[in-house]
């Protein structure tokens, strides 16, 4: 592989290509450090202008990172504790925002009206969305990395998990629906994982995909935005790198929306943080200059 050329900064010169163009040019930003105290680049691609983290982490690094606390500690790196009936019932309501934004209960009407409608969530960590889509009428699996979030799904929801990476699965059957929530930027591959995606859904079938959206609040905020999670966050997407990958394997853009103010939840909020929080967020997504985005996309019933 060429040598990637670094144009700012006198970054030293990486050895990685962009993974949805292959470019080896990139404009460096900025860089931060780990949990673990590591500092990692912030790099655009001078080509395609997808943003990632480079040099990619090792392995070793993103197994320390995601160990079993990821899912119980709250941190800008991790869940409090991902596992509660509260966390549930959070993610429910996003879910249901998202989905009905995104055109998506109109598309799952007609699944559920023929037999079989079967779903995969990429990424599913405990699984809480695929026992969603399996109380609403689908078939649906899970697949995930984490053994200790798998494990939660299996045993105390029997759910059916694949505790494996998602390149290396191999369906017995075409899905009807996709979803991605949150998953894409963790992926080493977006550009593998969204021709794997469309040669797994049938023909007319739906990919839900959220991820958070590079644009003028990551630009403006740097490395203090609350989505610069490090190593584990590989890609940001903006809205046109994101319709531009899909579109490469016949995948059509019919729903999308951003939303996120840049404000986080926590417990204890002020009444003056709520509501400058509500405010904001009702504007971004008015607007559409959400830090986060939820995209549907339907493939093409035509094969090419």
């Not at 429910?92 to 969530?121: I, S």
């Not at 990429?122 to 984490?146: H, K, M, P, T």
């Not at 591959?189 to 609040?217: E, F």
Request: aromatic content about 14%; overall charge neutral; hydrophobic content about 40%.
């Amino acid at each position: 592989m060429n040598r990637a050329v670094v144009l700012a900064n006198q970054k030293p010169a990486l050895t990685e290509a962009c993974d949805t163009c292959s470019a080896t040019d990139f404009k460096f930003l900025f860089s931060k450090d780990s949990a673990a105290g590591i500092e990692y680049g912030i790099y655009e691609c001078a080509r395609c202008g997808l943003v990632q983290t480079l040099p990619r982490p090792t392995e070793e690094e993103l197994e320390e990172c995601y160990g079993a606390h990821y899912f119980q500690r709250r941190t800008d790196r991790g869940y409090d504790n991902y596992f509660s009936d509260a966390m549930r019932t959070q993610l429910q309501k996003v879910w249901d925002m998202n989905l009905q934004d995104v055109g998506f209960f109109q598309f799952e009407k007609l699944c559920l009206d023929g037999p079989g409608a079967r779903a995969l969530d990429v990424g599913c960590a405990s699984g809480f969305f695929v026992d969603y889509l399996n109380r609403r009428g689908w078939q649906a699996e899970g697949i995930e990395l984490s053994q200790a979030a798998a494990g939660f799904g299996m045993d105390e929801l029997g759910l059916t998990i694949h505790v494996q990476d998602f390149l290396d699965f191999q369906p017995s059957e075409p899905y009807d629906f996709i979803s991605l929530w949150a998953s894409i930027e963790h992926l080493r591959s977006p550009l593998q994982a969204m021709r794997k995606i469309s040669a797994m859904l049938r023909p007319g079938g739906m990919l839900v995909l959220s991820t958070c959206r590079w644009g003028l609040l990551s630009r403006s905020l740097g490395p203090s935005w609350r989505f610069l999670n490090v190593p584990e966050h590989l890609f940001y997407f903006s809205r046109s790198n994101l319709v531009h990958l899909a579109r490469q394997f016949d995948l059509k853009e019919v729903g999308s929306i951003t939303y996120g103010s840049g404000f986080t939840a926590f417990k204890g909020m002020g009444f003056f943080y709520r509501t400058a929080k509500a405010l904001a967020d009702r504007a971004v997504k008015f607007v559409g200059l959400g830090d986060m985005m939820v995209y549907a996309f339907r493939k093409d019933t035509i094969e090419r």
